[in-house]
């Protein structure tokens, strides 16, 4: 897988303790790689990187990501061959409370992580994570392709849109010179699902936290459609454009969206009914109600175009819906209802991942 490109290698990753970053360490530990994850915090209680026990399985650094001296520091100790950076602040509810922290976060802790590489300037992979959000959405029915306009109408997508434009500017000011050795591209991805989620306002947290106490979840949307994704199809996208980077000049400095495949565009109501089938509930209307308290815009519809990596990393989304909303249920099933080792279990769901992958000849498995 990945053409071995991560046996034996050193991966930094930043945001490691939050839910995208701890499937992506548990992947690079089932791959051979040597993990060094950089996070401010454990963003909730459970968390993932507390039930799957990452702490005893990587080198780990509590360090804010605004914080130059310290994270330049780790950057040149650990000596990362790939760098992966997740480190944000990722709850659209949140940059509503407090928008400068988010500002901060997302936009000065970018900066602040391209300027310690190019102080650090190593022979290094990197692939900074946006989010579909960074994209001025107006809710048209086709997905948004990379050279789309960038914006926001919330603090939240605004910020992912601003890290965005100081990348590329980094990248043409200082990256792009052929003295740099620091070889980057940007992934964006959006509403991803998957066992080991606990952040604040998701909705399928909301509904497995209240369900797993016999309690019906309040929903706020219940039509509107999102293009649903489990965790590791962004993650096989993100470890293909890394591995791809340090020999292929092409991606340099370049972004690519990674999203789910047409059929996965479900409603909340949809994917609500097809969650809750395991948790005992003898009609839908038991399992949630509709609130009327909207505190904040949500977009009704946003979807990617994968085709620009699909035409140069040969990458394409792997799972069903019904396969990705299976995944989803058995993990907090066995979360909350039997003693199962969590951590082998998350390393089950990557193998079967990979097998699935493997069998429909996706080209990104095959390597």
């Not at 990256?175 to 959006?190: H, N, Q």
């Not at 097998?355 to 429909?360: D, V």
Request: hydrophobic fraction near 35%; charge should be negative; include cysteine.
């Amino acid at each position: 897988m990945f053409n071995d490109q991560y046996l034996g290698k050193k991966v930094l990753i930043t945001g490691n303790t939050g839910f995208k970053g701890g499937w992506l360490t548990a992947w690079l530990l089932k791959l051979g790689a040597k993990v060094c994850g950089v996070s401010d915090k454990i963003p909730s209680n459970p968390a993932i990187f507390s039930e799957i026990g990452l702490e005893t399985k990587i080198e780990h650094h509590f360090c804010d990501i605004r914080d130059l001296i310290r994270f330049s520091k780790i950057l040149e100790d650990f000596e990362p061959d790939f760098v992966f950076h997740l480190a944000a602040q990722p709850i659209v509810s949140v940059s509503y409370d407090d928008p400068v922290d988010t500002i901060s976060t997302n936009v000065m802790g970018t900066t602040v992580f391209l300027e310690a590489l190019r102080r650090w300037n190593k022979e290094c992979s990197v692939v900074v994570i946006t989010s579909d959000k960074c994209y001025e959405n107006v809710e048209w029915y086709w997905g948004y392709k990379e050279t789309d306009q960038l914006g926001g109408k919330d603090i939240y997508s605004g910020s992912k849109g601003a890290a965005e434009v100081i990348f590329h500017a980094y990248y043409h000011s200082f990256f792009s010179d052929e003295r740099s050795k620091i070889r980057l591209a940007t992934g964006r991805a959006g509403n991803v699902i998957g066992g080991g989620d606990w952040a604040k306002d998701r909705i399928v947290v909301d509904c497995i936290k209240n369900w797993a106490k016999g309690k019906s979840v309040e929903i706020r949307c219940p039509e509107a459609t999102r293009p649903w994704q489990h965790v590791l199809e962004p993650l096989s996208g993100y470890l293909t454009l890394a591995a791809d980077l340090s020999n292929n000049d092409t991606l340099l400095g370049e972004s690519f969206n990674f999203g789910p495949r047409s059929e996965q565009t479900k409603t909340v109501l949809e994917l609500l009914t097809d969650l809750s089938h395991p948790w005992g509930f003898k009609s839908i209307d038991d399992a949630y109600c509709v609130t009327d308290n909207i505190p904040f815009h949500e977009a009704g519809l946003l979807k990617l175009n994968c085709d620009k990596a699909l035409f140069h990393l040969k990458w394409e989304a792997n799972l069903s819906y019904k396969e990705c909303v299976g995944f989803v249920g058995d993990w907090y099933f066995n979360h909350y209802n039997t003693e199962q080792d969590m951590y082998q279990l998350t390393i089950e769901q990557i193998t079967q991942y990979e097998k699935i992958a493997s069998e429909r000849g996706l080209v990104w498995s095959q390597h």
